[in-house]
Nanobody, 124 residues
Framework: QTKLVESGGGLVQPGGSLRLSCAAS????????IGWFRQGPGKDREGVAC????????FYFDSVKGRFTISRDYTKNAVDLQMNNLKPEDPAVYYC?????????????????WGQGTQVTVSS
């Protein structure tokens, strides 16, 4: 069965860090451009970051630029999202999905694969 599975969410204090992982089963993730998205309570889904499957170029949305880092782990067949200096506006369900590419204009979901999401909560 081909699917994406997110993990690593949890509760963290403001200023803390979490590392999310998006693991693929049934296909090789390294061939695909992958993005992270999030949806907070009462909010629309928004983009977080994307990484290209062609040249590993990366794009970050302004809300997370300088705090989050997207990267590949080929040994795990996964794409990780390192989140540092978490803020009260970051809590959401975080999803990974296949995207068009790793640049600003291509960081949008293709709807081929979506994970089930992992909850991130920021609270003191």
């Amino acid at each position: 069965q081909t699917k994406l599975v997110e993990s690593g969410g949890g509760l963290v204090q403001p200023g803390g860090s979490l590392r999310l992982s998006c693991a693929a089963s049934g296909f090789t993730l390294g061939y695909y451009s992958i993005g992270w998205f999030r949806q907070g309570p009462g909010k629309d889904r928004e983009g977080v970051a994307c990484i290209s499957g062609r040249d590993e170029s990366r794009f970050y949305f302004d809300s997370v630029k300088g705090r989050f880092t997207i990267s590949r782990d080929y040994t795990k067949n996964a794409v990780d999202l390192q989140m540092n200096n978490l803020k009260p506006e970051d809590p959401a369900v975080y999803y990974c999905a296949t995207v068009l590419g790793g640049s600003e204009h291509l960081c949008m979901a293709t709807e081929d694969y979506w994970g089930q999401g992992t909850q991130v909560t920021v609270s003191s």
